[in-house]
């Protein structure tokens, strides 16, 4: 079976859990990059990394990395707790309903 890219796309369109799925992978793979990005530039873990933390704690990479991966933490929370909801609707209209 050949998927083609409009093939590949369609069913992507048509699909939520694979748009959800996604979404939430991409978001786990970015989180993890930053964090471990933030760890190899700004901080190293020893007593030498302790001591020069102080300098790069405020540098603009560092702060930029910080505050991204920050972010994307609270994105992924509220991903999945519309996604929960979602779900408990979805449950509830199919017993009442």
């Avoid at 509220?78 to 009442?96: D, E, M, Q, R, Y």
Wanted: contains cysteine; positive net charge; aromatic residues 18%.
């Amino acid at each position: 079976m050949k998927l083609s890219i409009k093939k590949i796309c369609d069913i992507f369109k048509n699909n939520s859990m694979l748009k959800f799925l996604t979404v939430v992978i991409s978001l786990c793979v970015l989180h993890w990059v930053l964090i471990h990005s933030y760890v190899y530039f700004c901080t190293e873990f020893s007593f030498w990394g302790l001591l020069t933390h102080f300098f790069t704690m405020g540098s603009p990479v560092c702060q930029f990395l910080n505050y991204i991966q920050f972010e994307l933490s609270k994105n992924y929370i509220s991903i999945w707790t519309a996604a929960g909801i979602a779900g408990a609707t979805w449950l509830i209209t199919k017993i009442t309903g």
